[in-house]
């Protein structure tokens, strides 16, 4: 089983749609979960932190559900900007050493 | 803003020849990481260095890859020779990690270094 995965999609959704992403990891000493985004030809960009409770950064929600080992990332009222592949990040220890899952593609339509 | 620096940009080579990326990671980070990634593979760690000291290349074929921090404001990677399957890009990301402390401020990544071997 891979260390981190993901729905490779891609999702195609029109505009102004509620789109989900879910993610599993392996292994449960994991300690911290990131959702990062690259766009096409570029770098991986921190997107959000994901925290135990739940977070929320405008438009855009995390949850983090530990006893099933399940992150997910939910963008609400989608824009064309949005188009890019997101990825799942979990830290798995001490070693502060990340490990990417292939990314979920997303392209938003007018 | 602060930015991850990688040379080159781009570089195509015949196999057999070696290659030479560099990365000048943010001043004041502590960590530096090289990520390989491709289609199939999606990003694959190399080798990650905290304070310059290497602490995990496990994810590189040590027979033709080697990693190094010859200084805080350095790290190369180096293919010697190299193969078609190294084609791929490269990306060099650096953050900030306090271990005493648990303090974690994410990675930036570097805009990469898109390698063709030929």
């Known amino acids: 089983r891979k260390e981190v995965e993901q729905d490779p999609g891609p999702f195609n959704v029109p505009e102004g749609a509620t789109v989900a992403f879910n993610c599993t990891y392996s292994?449960?000493?994991?300690?911290?979960f990131f959702w990062y985004r690259q766009d096409c030809r570029k770098e991986p960009k921190l997107l959000m932190s994901?925290?135990?409770s739940g977070n929320e950064d405008g438009r855009f929600t995390a949850q983090l559900n530990r006893a099933s080992q399940y992150i997910s990332l939910l963008i609400r009222d989608s824009k064309l900007s949005d188009s890019a592949t997101y990825l799942c990040?979990?830290?798995?220890?001490?070693?502060?050493?990340?490990?990417f899952g292939k990314g979920t593609l997303l392209t938003v339509n007018p | 803003d602060a930015r991850v620096t990688q040379t080159p940009r781009h570089k195509v080579t015949e196999m057999g020849q070696e290659v030479t990326m560099r990365c000048q990671p943010i001043?004041?980070?502590?960590?530096v990481f090289w990520y390989r990634q491709t289609m199939m593979q999606g990003l694959e760690l190399l080798a990650y260095?905290?304070?310059?000291?290497?602490?995990?290349d496990s994810g590189m074929p040590k027979d033709r890859f080697s990693a190094e921090m010859p200084d805080a404001t350095l790290a190369t990677l180096k293919i010697q020779p190299s193969e078609p399957r190294d084609s791929a890009v490269y990306f060099c990301?650096?953050?900030?990690?306090?271990?005493?402390?648990?303090?974690?401020?994410?990675?930036?990544f570097g805009s990469g270094t898109r390698l063709t071997v030929v």
């Open positions: 990301a650096s953050g900030l990690v306090l271990v005493e402390t648990g303090m974690f401020y994410g990675y930036t």
């Open positions: 292994n449960s000493a994991s300690q911290s």
């Open positions: 994901v925290y135990s």
């Open positions: 990040v979990v830290n798995r220890g001490s070693n502060y050493k990340l490990t």
């Open positions: 001043l004041g980070h502590n960590t």
């Open positions: 260095f905290r304070n310059r000291a290497p602490l995990d």
